[in-house]
């Protein structure tokens, strides 16, 4: 469910067991169109899975792109990740440099560039 305004800009997150599953993740987004960009982060995640607590290296993906897409990364993230429970979360962008959020929108068509 897309919580923030169609067309606006937005982040979506989502972590990733591997260093090769995260890039691959990255570049599919970019290559559809769907992100303007995405960031790729290596961190220590804590959390809480079946009754144990976890400790476990992930790896990020800050995910720049529109709301209006969020259903369709949220469903090409499913597709791809590993995870049983993947987190997918959209986080809406509430202001920002003018120019940036301009070329965020515009390099986010929804779909591959042509050739």
Same mark, same amino acid.
């Given at each position: 469910?897309s919580?923030?305004?169609?067309?606006?800009?937005?982040?979506?997150?989502? +972590? /990733?067991?591997?260093?090769? &599953? !995260?890039?691959?993740?990255?570049?599919?987004?970019? @290559?559809?169109g769907?992100?303007?960009?995405?960031?790729?982060?290596?961190?220590?995640?804590?959390?809480?899975?079946?009754?144990?607590?976890?400790?476990?290296?992930?790896?990020?993906?800050?995910?720049?792109?529109?709301? +209006? /897409?969020?259903?369709?990364? &949220? !469903?090409?993230?499913?597709?791809?990740?590993?995870? @049983?429970?993947?987190?997918?979360?959209?986080?809406p962008?509430?202001?920002?440099?003018?120019?940036?959020?301009?070329?965020?929108?515009?390099?986010?068509?929804?779909?591959?560039?042509?050739?």
């Amino acid at each position: 469910m897309s919580a923030a305004p169609a067309d606006h800009p937005c982040v979506v997150t989502t +972590a /990733l067991g591997t260093e090769d &599953e !995260a890039e691959s993740l990255a570049g599919a987004l970019v @290559e559809a169109g769907l992100a303007a960009c995405v960031q790729v982060m290596q961190v220590r995640s804590i959390y809480r899975w079946k009754g144990e607590v976890k400790r476990e290296p992930e790896w990020v993906l800050l995910v720049k792109t529109r709301s +209006a /897409l969020f259903e369709k990364i &949220e !469903a090409l993230i499913r597709e791809r990740h590993s995870y @049983e429970l993947p987190e997918i979360l959209q986080l809406p962008v509430s202001g920002g440099s003018p120019d940036y959020l301009r070329w965020l929108l515009e390099a986010t068509p929804g779909k591959p560039p042509q050739a």
